[in-house]
């Protein structure tokens, strides 16, 4: 499970409410469970939507699940010196923990704004005076949002919708292909306690806000209002997105052809 405040409306619910000891839960950043999901390390896994199109062969989307945004999502942002126009050629850190918007942010500065920087992958918490600009996501970008060290800041959920019209898809729910054939009864329990959870987690939304705001820290009505803005379905238009997104991502060279059609692990009806 992603170890941001943006998984607490399920995950909150999760940690109080399922009782499973062989359920094993691992929490880290998105970069470091992609990397478990595809040593097998994991067999299910909320990771990079990007994982996924490296390696669509190992893995099966699990229906309805995901972290998207449908417009300015409040926790991606490119934060910079110059405006986007400006970032030719010029020094751009991207976060270690990303894969989803580390490639995004290449296909908004190359495709969309027509300039190519010189890409760094690092830790953002230590920003260095030298770089231009940064790719921030999830609780580190809530935090660097609260100071002003740049003087621009880009929501990278609000300019792919600008482009596109469409919601982003940041993170899927990732279940491992060998996983999903030997344990099907399981993977369907599993599947059911994380919609309960989300549905459970969205009634109680507010009490959830007051639990992890203090983690950013951030107030808790400011918490409110980001946590109302990320969305954990995978509705048709979603499926679009990513779609959209690994179509750039393929035609870059950066993802599997192999990637679409999306391969949707559909729950089965309940006996
Ligand atoms: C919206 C977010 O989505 C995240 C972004 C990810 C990525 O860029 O690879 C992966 C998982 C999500 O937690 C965020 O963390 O701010």
Redesign the pocket.
Known sequence: M?N?I??APIYEVWKETVRRQDWLVHEDA??AL?RMLAAGELDIG?????EYSERPENYRIMEDLS?S?NGP????FLFSREPLEGLDGRSVLLTS??????A?VRVILEEFVGVRPVYATGDTRTVAAQVTAVLA??DD?LRLAREDRFRYRYDL?EIWKRETGLPFV??VFAVREEYCRSHAGELAEIHREFLRCRARGREEMYLICSRVAPRIPMDCEDCYAYLRA?EHDLGAEKQLALEKYFGYLIARGEASAAALPLKIHRLPAAA
């Open positions: 992603v941001y943006n998984t998105p970069a992609c909320v990771v990079s939507s990007f972290i945004a999502v409040g926790s991606v923990q990303s894969k989803t918007s580390a995004l996501i999830g970008a959920g940041f993170a990320i």
